[in-house]
């Protein structure tokens, strides 16, 4: 099954929702499907979901054993355990829960740009993730950002709910700049629940990262998606050049050749490692993406590489 | 540094153009990125090297332009002007004229006592010159007289020995120097030259004024001698017969200085001192006198002006008796009377005439057949006058005359046609001779044309080996010769072209030629042999059954030529080698340097000796730099196109 190109519309199923013609057919949904996200952390939820929960439940997940007091239920009463050692000991399980998974789509105008556009990348990516924390019966919540938070879809509990999430993630539009550091620090403040929360950004936005301390303060476990573009990782232009930035129109003239291109990746690659040992201080899950990267290659092997999906 | 074509820098115009291309194409492209934020960190990087980026932004820019600079300073052609060595031919030219034995040469320049000769001092400068020049540097000697001698060239240092060999082999020549045919051929030498230089030699006496060419080279003229005028020559003496037979001695002898001169002249006959008088001749003036009583029997008068001068060559003069040399002459079948009498009255000519019955060929010089030839040739110069149709060594295959041509139109077939220059022909006027009827006969291969009619020889002249011949093919009594008083001269002409006399000249004349010259003698077909006495009374003997050509003739005086027949003396002439050329005397006496001989000379300035010749050969030279630029512009192109494609 074949992916297709992040700039081409995608073929959907006869029948499928108008939404899903724009980014996934059938056949890589069914394999979305089958996909789990991984949370390194077990969260406190309001509701049941298919995750363990630090409560201790009615779950058939075996947790621990403690000895029987008045009152317990004595179904839970391990009698294998009693015959070995005399002694009353009650089966503790884990209580499953649903996980609020929280994905942030980066919507400034620098997300609009590339060979592959970053920002139409992330609405895929933002759907699939979506899609696969949804048919895990994980609550989504899917938020739109630039400056601020400028579109938010309500948490989303149910796989009918699908259609509506790839509606809210077709419809992330470009706007205005990026202030990373405010908009994590307001939606953290927001936001009761805390969960997975999913960063798909550029980062091109300076001191942006220390935002993400905001979200683990409040208990976010936090997997930053790192999306670059070929033509920001190995940029074309030669010669007299006057850059225009997309986001707030300031140029600046450069005559570009090998060696200033060099010097351009050299500052790239040592940011991205930089962003990377930041975030592996602050147990951040950091994946550095490519756009040129298919989809079905980062979600089914990269991911699963990294741990994201399971 | 100068430039060879200044107006190359007009493409200047191209670099312009260049700088205005430059100026007009496309600024920077405009290009979106998605933030200039990570640009920042590398806009500071290339700030902080702004003039390298200025520089690289701008390379190609300049790269063009300093090509296009380069390129037009190459169209310019830049050089270095230089002077480069080249070898020089240098030309020493000396005089080597008759006056040149002027003694009034300098004696400390050539180291000896008094009495040094302009040539020995000439000799001298030209071994100094020699001692100046520089190795590569080429000598060509020349001795200049009447014509130009090479005596020696070759280049230094290897030739020199050969250069010297050649200045002390220059001998005077008893002419006058031909300064303007001189410089003709000194100029053929050194137009090959790179640097040429013509240094002449001379004791200035020569005529400037007919030297109007001048060859386009350095020329300076290095005067020897003193510049004396102090000489007085015999300029003539000549002896001759009156009508009586009485002996008449002509002299004059000429002061050419500036002071009355006073001397003994002394008059020697066949050797022996006849007069002797003192004589006082004004300056610049001539004493003239005309002597008889002289033995009658004379054969050689000497006169000697006794006073000492600048050139005693001079002060004698020899001169011969003229008697005619005696030419036995056989007459076979003399028609007329007209002939016999003209073959008479050529000098020194014994005429015997016989019929052809009786025809005997032995001692004669000369056979003259009229209308009869012998089955064999004469022993002896011939003449065939009307050839018989038969049994001629001239082939005779018609008659020339009066016809009919086929347009009805009367000729005459014997008409002269055609006169060519010949010795026969000497002072005589053949317009106007007509003949009516002649001996068509075919020219022999010997034989060259004299006189002919429109297709057949009517004179021709040649040398049936051994001896000399002349055909007259048509009977002397068809012409109108007899009546012509040229007719007596042709005759003589005849006899003597035959028997090797001068042509045109009595034979009783005297025979002068120049210390040097070859004297020519043509034997009598009867002499046996030959005999040459020179002025220092040294004899040569020589076969006489040949032309020949004595040429031991360098001292002036009396040279007798005797020809004998067997032990008998059959003729005597005598040749007189005369330092001072006829007609030329006055001029070749006069040794004072003519005031304007050092005009020839292109190279102004007094210059001493040792300095005449001008400095290191060398000739401006332009040492361009095309090669380096060329170089460079390609060097340019290369980086251009390494930066543009890198």
New interface residues.
Partial sequence: MAVAPAAEAPRAPTGAPAAYRHLFDEAFMRRLERLQLISQRMHGAASHGGRRSKKRGTSVEFADYREYTRGDDLRQIDWNVYGRSERLYVKLREDEESLTVHVLVDCSRSMDFGRHNKLAYARRLAAALGYVALCNQDQVEVSGFGERVISRLPSLRAKAQTNRLFTFCSDLRPAGATDLKAVLRSYASMNRRSGMAILITDLLNPGGLEGLASLQDRGYEVVLLHLLDPLETDPEALGEVELRDREDGNMVRLSLDAMTLDAYRHRLNTWIEETETFCFKRQVRYVAVSTATPLEDLLFRQFRARRIVT | MTLLSPWGLIWLLAVAAVLGVYLLRP?????????????????K??SARSWI?WL??HLLLILQVLVALVAVFLLARPALSRTVPVGRTVVLAIDASEPMLANDGNPAVVGGATGVTRLQEAKARAHELIAQLEPGDRAIIAAMADRVEIAAQGSLPQDARALRTGIDRIQVRPAELDIAHALHVLDGLTQTARVGEIVVISGGVFDAQQATYRPPVAIQVLQVGRGEADNQAVTALSARRDTRGDLQVFTRVRNFGDQPATGPLRFTVDGQLYHEQQITIPPQNSWESVLTEFPPDAALIQATFGRRDLLMLDNLATASVPSPVARRVLLVGGRTEQLERALRAVPGVDLTKQEPQAYAPAGFDVYVFEGWFPPEPPPGHWVLIDPPTNGSTIAVSNTLGRRTTDRGREINEAQVARILPSPLLTGVDFTGITVTEGKRVSLPEWAEEVVSARDAPLIFMGYPRPYRAVVYTFDLRSTNLFGRIGFPILIANTINWLTGEPVGQASTEERTIVPGAALQVQPLPRATHVQVETPDKRTYRFDGNSALRFLDTVLPGAYTVTQFAGSEAIARRVHVASVLQPGREMAMGDLKPRADAAHISTVSGPQAAQFLILGPGAEPAHSEWWRFLGVLILGGLIVEWWWFH?
């Avoid at chain 2, 920077?28 to 590398?42: A, C, D, F, N, T």
């Fill in positions: 600024r920077s492209r405009r290009v979106e990125v998605s933030s200039i934020w990570l640009w920042q960190g590398v806009l990087e290339e980026q690289k932004r890198r």
